[in-house]
Structures are given as C-alpha cells and as structure tokens.
C-alpha cells in the first residue's frame, strides 16, 4: 500500500505588504493610545494623590456665626515687658 503525500502550501500570501504595513500602523496608534492613558493617569494621581472620596473633614464650611467663632483661633499676646 502507497500513502499519497499531501503539499502544504499557504492558503493566502501578501506578497505586496500591505496587510503587514497596515498592521504596523494600527499597532503604534493603539500603542500612542496606551501611553496616552497612562501619562494622563500618572499626571492624575499625581496632582491629586489622596483619596477624594475619604471623608477627612477638612474644607468644610462652618454651619452658623457661632460655629466659625469657636473655630477660629486667638491671636497670641505679647509677653508684657
């Protein structure tokens, strides 16, 4: 009995390069996108780096008068000479 050997050959061929060419160029524009994204990440924490959804308390405004006079801090007395 006689095996028949099959020929591989490609089924499909770009022998101009544009296939190739195009996909150089959509991988450097998804490339710029990415380093887009993560320098404007980098300059967002950067700017901002604690949590804005913490609850610190600071930056909130007093309620009434009397609330913002008991904040507010004495002036220092100068040693009597």
Request: glycine share 8%; hydrophobic share 50%; net charge positive.
């Amino acid at each position: 009995m006689t095996q028949a050997v099959a020929v591989v050959s490609p089924v499909f061929v770009d022998d101009s390069g544009r296939r190739r060419r195009m996909l150089g160029i959509l991988g450097c524009l998804v490339a710029i996108g990415a380093v887009g994204y993560i320098v404007s990440a980098v300059i967002a924490l950067a700017i901002h780096p604690e949590n804005p959804l913490a609850d610190t308390g600071r930056g909130v405004a007093p309620q009434n008068a009397a609330s913002s006079a008991a904040i507010s801090v004495a002036p220092k007395s100068t040693p009597a000479r």
